[in-house]
């Protein structure tokens, strides 16, 4: 088993704008420049018109709570030493059928042991981003007020 | 017509224990022996296989090692729990277009121990669809089937004491099947409730149980059958589903999340049948976690959308219910061998030979993980 969080593979160019604009702390996704159709993950061709091209949309990073779940062990050790902490999956504010999963965040960043009050199916959220590797940071979720 | 042109006629088991002796090639060959047997076929009849992608016998080793003849056809079915049902219909289809005559299907597992999960074998870069979720903590198959059912659960307003009810019904068969890891292991709803956490609204008694053991299945055209050891259970329609913007285990990118591949796999099913839903006698429906009765429930048209629960709390799936479900105790409380443990046991019903036996049963329905690509067999006794 692995001792670190284990983190995605950034060189694949179809997604590897997703992760650069990590750093930036941008969310972005693919918006096809044919239909105007998002699209999450990120792919090479629009579903809905077969179009190759695509722009990087930025969102706002508003959103809502979708679902959320609070894993307990036995998990990674990386994730174990983590412990207590909340996933969600979010419903991003630009489309109701992107939904991107982070951790629950505290405002300073903190992954473990975050103030669940007001977390609930249906809460705002606002995007943060935590910086794992060099090449690549985690966008994750922190309850709006 | 694919319709009631073939049948599963031998199914065999080995063993089923928290850690087995022997390995996974030699679990899978026993089984295979034994279902050859059950069948009244030699091994040299064998000419076709099926398995699943994520099987570790590769299917020459299987067949120079128990002796089966030539092979003529031999596939493999994608996504762990939901390939059962697609590697029995793939070679279903082939027995039937008259590509091969005698099929056999295996699953050999050696998964008792806790380094054997695969979620723990995730690496330091993840490369596939996984690299959208695991780096935030949701690791395991288990919390990925949690955010479905905390957002079922809130559409529907429904409760962890409804939630008990899948694992408690399903126990009470474990009691009756002398074979099943929990045949002895009494069951409240308050041990359940006190049960720690999982990934909530998961507890410990929403997951299966991880066990070591094979089994496999042997069919043969309808026709010759008839002439064989045992009552044929004959395939009456199949079929696999895969629906659209689907990604495995974490299928929350279409339109609605909740509407699974499962529709699809019943949509194809009930087309291709001579009867629907409401003529089905008993069903095993895949149960790595609890919430997936549920989901299976609806999306087979046996309950209306945000009802399973109330249903299954309600005594529906227990023996004398309008479905009895899982009625050897299923992956919770029998043994999990990845939905094979499921077919075998649509099969026992078919025959009349369950410990569960349901009175007159003509249709037996048996279907693979709601979560992944996957499918179902409707298999009849007539």
Not at chain 1, 92 to 114: F, N, Q
Not at chain 2, 53 to 79: D, I, K, N
Not at chain 2, 341 to 367: C, F, H, K, W
Request: charged share 20%; net charge neutral; proline share 6%.
């Amino acid at each position: 088993m692995i001792d670190t969080i284990p983190l995605p593979f950034t060189a694949d160019p179809i997604d590897a704008p997703f992760w650069e604009a990590t750093l930036r702390s941008q969310l972005v996704i693919q918006q096809c420049t044919g239909c105007q159709t998002h699209r999450f993950p990120p792919r090479p061709m629009c579903p809905q018109c077969q179009s190759l091209e695509h722009r990087w949309r930025v969102l706002s990073g508003n959103a809502t709570v979708w679902s959320y779940t609070k894993p307990q062990p036995p998990l990674l050790p990386a994730f174990e030493q983590l412990l207590p902490y909340v996933v969600i999956l979010a419903e991003v504010a630009e489309d109701p059928a992107i939904r991107i999963i982070g951790h629950l965040m505290s405002k300073d960043g903190a992954i473990t042991g975050v103030n669940e009050a007001g977390l609930k199916i249906g809460a705002k959220l606002r995007v943060a981003f935590r910086q794992h590797a060099p090449d690549v940071a985690i966008p994750g979720w922190v309850l709006v007020d | 017509m694919f319709k009631d042109q073939t049948a599963i006629v031998g199914i065999g088991q080995t063993p089923f224990a928290k850690s087995l002796p022997g390995s996974e090639l030699e679990l899978a060959c026993q089984a295979i022996q034994l279902a050859l047997e059950d069948a009244g076929l030699k091994p040299s009849d064998v000419d076709a296989l099926g398995s699943f992608t994520m099987e570790h016998t590769p299917e020459f080793e299987v067949a120079r090692t128990v002796g089966l003849g030539e092979l003529t056809y031999f596939c493999q079915s994608p996504w762990g729990g939901g390939a059962g049902c697609g590697a029995v219909g793939q070679v279903a289809v082939a027995l039937a277009a008259g590509v091969a005559n005698v099929g056999v299907v295996w699953r050999s597992r050696k998964r008792g121990a806790r380094s054997t999960r695969v979620w723990a074998g995730v690496q330091e870069r993840i490369t596939d669809h996984w690299k959208w979720s695991r780096p935030s903590g949701l690791v395991r198959p288990a919390d990925e089937c949690a955010m479905f059912a905390q957002r079922y659960m809130h559409e529907y307003g429904v409760t962890r004491e409804q939630l008990a009810h899948v694992a408690l019904a399903q126990r009470e068969y474990a009691h009756k099947n002398p074979l099943a890891f929990m045949q002895s292991r009494s069951l409240t709803h308050q041990q359940y409730m006190d049960a720690r956490m999982i990934a909530d609204p998961l507890c410990l008694y929403d997951n299966c149980l991880e066990t070591d053991g094979a089994i496999a299945v042997v069919m043969v055209r309808a026709d010759r059958a008839k002439d064989l050891r045992q009552q044929p259970a004959f395939i009456h329609a199949f079929s696999q589903g895969l629906n659209r913007q689907h990604q495995v285990n974490t299928d929350w990118h279409g339109a609605n999340p909740l509407r699974s591949s499962s529709c699809v796999t019943a949509a194809n099913l009930w087309r291709q049948a001579d009867c629907g839903p409401n003529d089905v006698d008993v069903a095993q429906f895949y149960d790595a976690f609890s919430p997936l009765v549920w989901f299976s429930l609806e999306a087979y048209g046996f309950c209306e959308p945000g009802t399973a629960a109330q249903f299954v709390a309600d005594g529906g799936t227990r023996m004398g219910g309008r479905l009895p479900v899982n009625t050897s105790g299923g992956s919770l409380s029998e043994v999990y061998l990845h939905g094979l443990n499921l077919i075998i046991e649509a099969v026992r019903q078919v025959r009349g030979t369950s410990t569960a036996q349901v009175p007159d049963v003509e249709y037996s329905l048996v279907t693979a993980c709601d979560s992944t690509p996957n499918g179902a067999l409707l298999l009849r006794r007539k």
